[in-house]
T-cell receptor, first 112, second 117 residues
Framework: GENVEQHPSTLSVQEGDSAVIKCTYS??????FPWYKQELGKRPQLIID?????GEKKDQRIAVTLNKTAKHFSLHITETQPEDSAVYFC???????????FGRGTQLTVWP | GAVVSQHPSRVICKSGTSVKIECRSL??????MFWYRQFPKQSLMLMAT?????????EQGVEKDKFLINHASLTLSTLTVTSAHPEDSSFYIC?????????????FGPGTRLTVL
């Protein structure tokens, strides 16, 4: 099955700085890579996703890049704000039943 | 947008009792729904994949007789934790993929906090 690794597990940045979270996956057949933001005690919220036929996608301060050859994808948040503080999960959709394989999560803290 | 609801949001029960959690897609139909369990400061762990009209597919290590899943319609899946014990206390979250979206995006319910005394 698919194996998704996520780094770092914690990330602290100053307000206004950029934050980068990286994930790798093992199954070359995986074709969909979403990123979720989860605040404490709440549901994961989809913030951006990318499909395997695209190398980069951007939505305002958030961008995701995908390198299929190296089997890694990254989340980039620019001009971070304190409200960006949360746990971020990457995921890869494997070839089985459409299920998602999640990384372990990154606790992002943005200091004012 | 696609909305998924869960009920109840929070439940406290005595050890040995059964608890049913409902997951509903409110504005879309979903052939497949997923049930996850999340312990504090950990990632989402997939328990089972729920398919409308057929048996659920359970992940390795998840007891199908303990975690009963019924996907009665294209908008409703239920998870019943039978004979709950304190170690079953966790945050249970469902997700669903709209049929119309080709099954890519998954939208999560708000979760159910289960506490077993």
């Amino acid at each position: 099955g698919e194996n998704v690794e996520q780094h770092p597990s914690t990330l602290s940045v100053q307000e206004g700085d950029s934050a980068v979270i990286k994930c790798t996956y093992s199954d070359s057949a995986s074709n969909y890579f979403p990123w979720y933001k989860q605040e404490l005690g709440k549901r994961p919220q989809l913030i951006i996703d990318i499909r395997s036929n695209v190398g980069e996608k951007k939505d305002q301060r958030i961008a995701v890049t995908l390198n299929k050859t190296a089997k890694h994808f990254s989340l980039h948040i620019t001009e971070t704000q304190p409200e960006d503080s949360a746990v971020y999960f990457c995921a890869a959709r494997g070839s089985t039943l459409g299920r998602l394989y999640f990384g372990r999560g990154t606790q992002l803290t943005v200091w004012p | 947008g696609a909305v998924v609801s869960q009920h109840p949001s929070r439940v406290i029960c005595k050890s040995g009792t059964s608890v049913k959690i409902e997951c509903r897609s409110l504005d879309f139909q979903a052939t497949t729904m997923f049930w996850y369990r999340q312990f504090p400061k950990q990632s989402l762990m997939l328990m089972a994949t729920s398919n409308e009209g057929s048996k659920a597919t359970y992940e390795q290590g998840v007891e199908k007789d303990k975690f009963l899943i019924n996907h009665a319609s294209l908008t409703l899946s239920t998870l019943t934790v039978t004979s709950a014990h304190p170690e079953d206390s966790s945050f249970y979250i469902c997700s669903a993929s709209p049929i119309a979206g080709g099954g890519n995006e998954q939208f999560f319910g708000p979760g159910t906090r289960l506490t077993v005394l």
